[in-house]
């Protein structure tokens, strides 16, 4: 209704209108987002349900040939659906814990060798700074490519 409105009528402030009803326009959509991942026990916050909603109403929009940047008035969804088709066992392995992750990689820096230290600059270089090469890593068993 919300996108209909946008599409078909002269809202003169969408972001007013967005603002007093996105409770509404975000019903359900804890229940779907529970569906999909197929665990009823998760909780969205505000900001979640409210930047779904957002993803739903862009959605509506581009079945209709149009696009939330068409409203400029409106925020811009930052809400990514899953590549995975909601496959939970996927998502669950791609849920990294980063604070053990980032300790981990801290006690391994202080172990590396010559070789190791510059091939790992090397690629944290090159994901940090954007550029966009392909790497290869190649040495004899024992070398220690997986410990990079």
């Known amino acids: 209704m919300f996108a209909s409105m946008l599409m078909f009528c002269e809202v003169t402030n969408p972001r007013l209108l967005l603002d007093a009803h996105w409770e509404f326009l975000s019903d359900g959509i804890e229940a779907m987002t529970c569906y999909e991942h197929a665990d009823p026990n998760i909780t969205l916050f ?6 779904r909603a ?17 409203f400029p008035m409106l925020p811009k969804s930052y809400y990514i659906p899953s590549v995975h088709g909601g496959n939970r066992l996927v998502e669950e ?3 990294y814990d980063r604070h053990s992750l980032t300790v981990d990689v801290d006690n391994a820096e202080n172990r590396f060798n010559d070789d190791q230290r510059n091939a790992y600059e090397t690629i944290l270089n090159v994901v ?8 290869f890593m ?8 997986t410990f990079v």
């Open 54 to 70: 957002l993803y739903e109403i862009d959605q509506v929009f581009m079945r209709n040939g149009h696009r939330m940047e068409d």
């Open 93 to 95: 392995e791609l849920a």
């Open 46 to 51: 505000e900001d979640a349900l409210k930047d």
């Open 138 to 145: 190649y040495g004899s068993g024992g070398t220690g490519k």
């Open 128 to 135: 940090t700074n954007k550029k966009g090469k392909l790497l």
